[in-house]
C-alpha cells in the first residue's frame, strides 16, 4: 500500500466516494499540503458506465501500470477533495503524464466556464 503522503499526481487508488456509500476509484490530479491541514487529495472520479459523453475513456496505453479490469471513463466535473488516510482503500495503479494532463485541461475547462 503506498502511503497517503506518498500518492502523487497521476496515481488512481480505490476510494470513498463522497456521493455514495461504495467506494470508487479516483484519480489523483493535485497533492497540496497546507500548513494546518497536511496533504490533500484533490481527485475526480472515474466510472465504468459509459453514457457519460463528455467523460475520458482510459485506454491500456493510458495507464504507467496495469490498466483497470474494465474500460474506465475519468469524470472531469466530479471532483472530491480527500482528507485522509482513511479516505484511501488501496492504490491500483497510474496513469501516464499526457493523459493525466488530458484529464486536468478538461477538470481547468468546466471550472473556468
Given at each position: ?14 476510494a ?15 497533492t497540496?499540503?497546507f ?6 487529495l484533490?481527485?475526480v ?36 477533495t480527500l ?11 497510474s496513469?501516464?503524464?499526457?493523459r ?5 485541461s ?8
Amino acid at each position: 500500500m503506498t502511503a497517503f503522503e506518498e500518492l502523487e499526481r497521476g496515481d488512481i487508488v480505490w476510494a470513498t466516494d463522497p456521493l455514495s456509500e461504495k467506494g470508487r476509484p479516483m484519480l489523483v490530479l493535485g497533492t497540496p499540503q497546507f500548513p494546518n491541514h497536511g496533504v490533500q487529495l484533490i481527485t475526480v472520479l472515474i466510472s465504468t458506465k459509459t453514457y457519460h459523453e463528455e467523460s475520458v475513456t482510459l485506454r491500456d496505453h493510458d495507464y504507467a501500470g496495469d490498466p483497470l479490469g474494465e474500460r474506465s471513463h475519468v469524470l472531469p466535473w466530479s471532483l472530491a477533495t480527500l482528507n485522509s488516510a482513511e479516505d484511501i482503500k488501496y492504490y491500483l495503479t497510474s496513469l501516464v503524464d499526457d493523459r493525466t494532463e488530458d484529464v486536468a485541461s478538461q477538470v481547468i475547462g468546466y471550472i473556468s466556464s
